[in-house]
C-alpha cells in the first residue's frame, strides 16, 4: 500500500514563501509519476506541479508558473515544492498525488491511484 505524507503547511502572509514536502516512508518514488493538487473552499481541484520519476520532466498550472517548483530528492524518496511569492488566491488544501502506470506527468487527477491527505496553506495579511 502506498501511503504519501505531506507536510509544510501554514499561514504565511502575501509574498511569502513555503516548501511542502512529500514523502513515502519505506518506498522509493522511482518510476512513479508524482503531482501536487490543491483544492481551496468551494472550487474543483487543480493541478498544480508535476514532475516524473522517470526522465525527470516538470509540468506547472499556468496559475503558479514562475513562482512554485518541483523538485525531488531520490536519496530520501521525497518530493518538494516550493512555493513562493504567494498569492491569497493560492491558499488551499494541497495533496500529494502519486502512480506508477502514467508514463508522463499530468493534471488529469483521476490517474492518480494514490493519494496523500493534505496539507493546509492560507495565505493572509
Known amino acids: 500500500q502506498v501511503q504519501l505524507v505531506e507536510s509544510g503547511g501554514d499561514l504565511v502572509q502575501p509574498g511569502g514563501s513555503l516548501r511542502l514536502s512529500c514523502a513515502h516512508p519505506?518506498?522509493?518514488?522511482?518510476?512513479?509519476?508524482i503531482a501536487w493538487f490543491r483544492q481551496a473552499p468551494g472550487k474543483e481541484r487543480e493541478g498544480v506541479a508535476c514532475i516524473s520519476n522517470t526522465d525527470g520532466s516538470t509540468l506547472y498550472a499556468d496559475s503558479v508558473k514562475g513562482r512554485f517548483t518541483i523538485s525531488r530528492d531520490s536519496a530520501k524518496n521525497m518530493v518538494y515544492l516550493q512555493m513562493n511569492s504567494l498569492k491569497p488566491e493560492d491558499t488551499a488544501v494541497y495533496y500529494c498525488a502519486a502512480d506508477n502506470v502514467i508514463a508522463y506527468c499530468s493534471d488529469d487527477g483521476t490517474l492518480y491511484d494514490y493519494w496523500g491527505q493534505g496539507t493546509q496553506v492560507t495565505v493572509s495579511s
Open positions: 519505506g518506498f522509493t518514488f522511482y518510476g512513479y509519476v
